[in-house]
Every structure is written in structure tokens, then in C-alpha cells.
């Protein structure tokens, strides 16, 4: 049997197409999947779309449609996105499938009649774009904390989840707990600034607005986003009150919520909470990873410096954009995006280092072997570091996977290449083919450098799952698991295709100029 590995992301809300930041955390938790399903994982990786709110009801009357008709344009549009990015998901979720409405409303019963939710009156500052209220002392300069916009005072029935009821038992299994929340800074923050003063009980249902899944027992209110949201995770699995499906209790709980910082709290009270009065286990780690900043500034359609991913895949291609946003944004601090950062990356790693690495390669196998792989094994003292690099590095890469270290594992498979240029470098391929006695240690040099290629796009697989899969073929090799990584995966008299440029460089000021982007 096969260990389980649940991931997901955050659902991703129906107002509007997600830009590059948004797109981050799927293309992060399809690195982390993949990498799982490589090492032998049975894994469960959902995303998908939140659906229902006032802001939706909004769109679509701006758009003069449905509400309906809105959030299936928009989620359509989502799901072709995160198809672009290549991401393998198991499953795509949507919050108006019609069984997810339905179980929303029995846990909303279930909480009500085991008197976790109340009826009562609500009266706040509200933001809509957020779906959030506030307390005045939240506010920042008179606006929405989390977004700055402009929040209006809202008075209206409502029923109320105690949260209160279960802090000291969230807060006791946090610090219990460490692996829960990560970054460790985060865990710091929910602590001390959320739960040590005191939990206000939740709104969960709204009367200003309709479109939403109706609480069952009250005709006036719908279920409002959080009870709504957050238990997709369970849902989709096959939760219901009563008989769970085989699915659900092979994969739950979860074993990485990935979301983003500025919804951290949402997941790590809210949701535990709500699990704690389902009496089920909760996931066992939410990691909430940072942002990708515009020229260190955060995105929004009011600066109008928001980039979406599709537009740079058409312009880089789709592994240079997932190498971007896997390689350049830290574990626990924003990532920026540039045009000029951007293009660098492309130039300096992806096209210097592994593109050329790759085409001389399989170039000097040609010129020199038409392309047949022997090995002799004649061997010599150099040739010892760059095997102990490739060999050693399957360990290092799965130590800074499983802290979900993700760039970091990225640049130990791109140690892998650089080191193998250096090797180039000292055995001078060029020098041994004009000797007639040293034809064999070249076959050995250039065996070495297939192999460690092959190791690296084995590991780089994850990552950047094309350019990967472009190596093999180059390679013309089927032998592409992680235990075949012990220097002795190509089989003698293999022979090579034709090299093809992985990568371009790219005349950065042209480029610049091309995409109108100032310098």
C-alpha cells in the first residue's frame, strides 16, 4: 500500500481571473504533488473555485447575468489557467456543485443543533471585495485592513458561531502541534495577535444578499463564506454526517492546506474550529506561503500593475514562468516580480546552465559516437565528485521538500548542472577526441554528463515538468524513476536523438521594448 498525500489549495474566488500571485500557490502545490507522486506517494491534490457571495451577486448584475452564468465564465477561465500552468490536479472543485450545497447545509444544522451557532444581530463595518468585518481598532487609516478599501457600516440579523467555546483547545493543540502551522512566524502571529485576545464569535450567514446555499431551517439567510469555503475540503472528499466514502477516510485528514498568508487565519482558526465541533482530525499542516510582489509593490487592478501567467507563457513559455515562481520566491518572505528579474533568470539559469549543458552534450555525442552511449568505465579521480553531487543530492532534495523548502530544492538539482559545466570545463572533451588512446575515457567522460543530466531532469521532473520531459526524449530514455539514480541508468549502445534547444536566451533591452515595459 502506497502512503496517502492530501494537498490543496485554497479555492480560488470567482470575482475576477487570478494575476501571477494567485497563480503562484497552484503551480506551488502541483511542485509539491509532483514531487510526491515521484517518490512513490498515493496522491490527492484538489483546488478549485469559491462560488457564492455579495460580491458575486454584484459581478453578475453589473454583467447583466445570472449569478450562475458569472461564476461559470469565471471558473471556466480559472480552470483553463491552472491548465495552462500544467498543473496536475486530481480534482477541480466548485462550490455551486449541487452535493457540496447540500452538506454545507446539514453541518450548518448539525453546529446549530448542538448550539455552536446562534441567532443574533450583526452590527459592523463591513468590506465587501473581502466578504469581511471589522472592528473600528482593525481598520488602517479608516479602511479594510486587508485590502485598504473603503468599508460601509452594516446592521442585520445573523447567527454566530461560538468560537470562543473552542480557543483554549486550538490554542493547546497549536503549540502542541509545531509542524501545524508554518512558517513558525506565522504560528506566532495567529497565537498572539488572534486567539491570546480573545476570539469574537464568527458570522456565518447573511439576509443582504441571496446567492449563497440557503440555511436550511430559515428561509431569510444564506450560509455565509467560511462554513461554505473552508469545507470543500471535506466535501469533495465524500464528508456527510452519517456514512463517509472510502475516499474520504483513505485521504482525510489533509496533509497540507496551501494558502495564502493574508487568509491564514481563516484556516488556521476558523477551520480547525469547525473541525473540532465536526469531531474530525484536523489537517496536519497549513503552511501559508508568502506573495509575489510587482517592483515590490502588491498587485491590484487600481495600480494597474497586475500580470497574469497566460500572458507571460505566451510571451516565455510555461516552465520559465513555473521557474520563476518556484525558484525566486522565498519560503517565508514576498517574492518580486520584474520583467528584468524575470528575463535574467531565464537567460543565466535556464538557458546558460541547463539549456547549453544539455545541447553540448548530446552535440559532442553525436560529433564524436553518432550518438551511441557506451560506457567503458575508464575512470579517474574527477570523475568521483560530480557522481557523489548526483548521487547525494535524491536525500538533500527530499530533507528541503519535506520543510517544503521548495527553491531551495531547486537549486541542489541546479548544483547538479552547474557542476556538471564545471566538469566539461576539466575534462576538456575536445582535447580527448583528437587522440586516438583516449577515445574510451572520452565515452566515459560523456557517459558521466548523460548521466548526471538524467539524474537532474529525474529530480527536475517536478518542477519543470516539459523541459523534463524534453531532456528525455533528447535522451531518448524510458528509465526515469528516482531509484534509478545510481549512475548505471543508460544502457550501453543507446542511442541519442537530435538536440533541440531547451531554452532561448532572450535580447533583454529588445524585449523590454517589445512588451512596452519602461526601463
Known amino acids: 500500500m502506497k502512503e496517502k498525500f492530501y494537498i490543496s489549495t485554497a479555492i480560488a474566488y470567482t470575482s475576477a481571473k487570478p494575476h501571477i500571485g494567485n497563480t503562484y500557490e497552484i503551480v506551488l502545490a502541483d511542485a509539491i504533488a509532483r514531487y510526491k507522486r515521484l517518490m512513490g506517494y498515493d496522491v490527492y491534490f484538489q483546488t478549485g473555485t469559491d462560488e457564492h457571495g455579495q460580491k458575486i451577486e454584484l459581478k453578475a448584475k453589473e454583467k447583466g447575468v445570472t449569478p450562475q452564468e458569472y461564476v461559470d465564465t469565471i471558473a471556466k477561465e480559472i480552470q483553463e489557467l491552472w491548465d495552462v500552468m500544467n498543473t496536475s490536479y486530481d480534482k477541480f472543485v466548485r462550490t455551486t456543485d449541487k452535493k457540496h450545497e447540500e452538506i454545507v447545509a446539514k453541518i450548518f444544522k448539525k453546529l446549530y443543533d448542538q448550539g455552536d451557532i446562534y441567532k443574533g444581530e450583526y452590527s459592523g463595518l463591513y468590506c465587501t471585495p473581502c466578504e469581511s468585518f471589522w472592528t473600528e481598532t482593525q481598520l488602517v487609516d479608516g479602511k479594510c485592513p486587508d485590502c485598504g478599501r473603503e468599508v460601509t457600516i452594516e446592521n442585520e440579523e445573523a447567527y454566530f458561531f461560538k468560537l470562543d467555546k473552542y480557543a483554549k483547545r486550538l490554542e493547546e493543540y497549536i503549540l502542541s502541534h509545531d509542524a501545524f502551522i508554518k512558517p513558525e512566524a506565522r504560528k506566532n502571529e495567529i497565537i498572539n495577535n488572534f486567539i491570546k485576545p480573545g476570539l469574537q464569535d464568527l458570522c456565518v450567514s447573511r439576509t443582504s444578499f441571496k446567492w449563497g446555499v440557503p440555511v436550511s431551517f430559515d428561509d431569510n439567510h444564506v450560509i455565509y463564506v467560511w462554513i461554505d469555503a473552508l469545507s470543500n475540503y471535506i466535501t469533495f472528499l465524500g464528508y456527510d454526517l452519517k456514512e463517509q466514502t472510502e475516499e474520504f477516510k483513505k485521504y482525510w485528514p489533509a496533509d497540507i492546506h496551501l494558502i495564502g498568508k493574508d487568509i491564514l487565519r481563516f484556516h488556521t482558526i476558523y477551520w480547525p474550529i469547525m473541525l473540532m465541533a465536526l469531531e474530525l482530525p484536523l489537517p496536519k499542516q497549513i503552511f501559508g506561503h508568502p506573495w509575489i510582489l510587482f517592483n515590490a509593490d502588491k498587485m491590484s487592478k487600481s495600480k494597474g500593475n497586475i500580470v497574469y501567467a497566460d500572458d507571460l507563457v505566451r510571451e516565455f513559455g510555461v516552465d520559465a514562468v513555473r521557474y520563476y515562481m518556484l525558484h525566486e520566491i522565498p519560503y517565508a518572505s514576498d517574492g518580486v516580480f520584474t520583467y528584468e528579474l524575470f528575463i535574467e533568470r531565464i537567460n543565466s539559469d535556464l538557458a546558460n546552465i541547463l539549456g547549453n549543458l544539455v545541447n553540448r552534450t548530446i552535440s559532442m555525442s553525436k560529433k564524436y559516437f553518432d550518438g551511441v552511449v557506451t560506457n567503458p568505465h575508464v575512470c579517474e579521480e574527477?570523475?568521483?565528485?560530480?557522481?557523489?553531487?548526483?548521487?547525494?543530492?535524491?536525500?538533500?532534495?527530499?530533507?528541503k521538500m519535506n520543510d517544503l523548502r521548495v527553491a531551495d530544492a531547486i537549486d541542489l538539482i541546479f548544483d547538479i548542472?552547474?557542476?556538471?559545466?564545471?566538469y566539461i570545463d576539466e575534462t576538456m572533451p575536445w582535447i580527448l577526441a583528437k587522440e586516438e588512446e583516449k577515445q574510451d575515457r572520452l565515452r566515459t567522460v560523456l557517459y558521466n554528463l548523460l548521466e548526471s543530466i538524467r539524474s537532474g531532469a529525474i529530480l527536475l521532473e517536478a518542477y519543470l515538468p516539459d523541459t523534463a520531459q524534453r531532456i528525455f526524449q533528447q535522451l531518448n530514455i524510458e528509465n526515469k524513476g528516482i531509484n534509478s539514480i545510481d549512475f548505471n541508468g543508460i544502457p550501453d549502445g543507446l542511442v541519442l536523438n537530435d538536440p533541440e534547444p531547451l531554452f532561448i536566451r532572450i535580447d533583454k533591452d529588445k524585449k523590454l521594448e517589445e512588451l512596452g515595459v519602461k526601463k
Do not use: A, C, M, Y
Open 417 to 422: 548542472f552547474r557542476r556538471s559545466n564545471k
Open 382 to 399: 574527477i570523475d568521483e565528485e560530480i557522481k557523489t553531487i548526483v548521487l547525494e543530492t535524491p536525500k538533500k532534495v527530499e530533507e
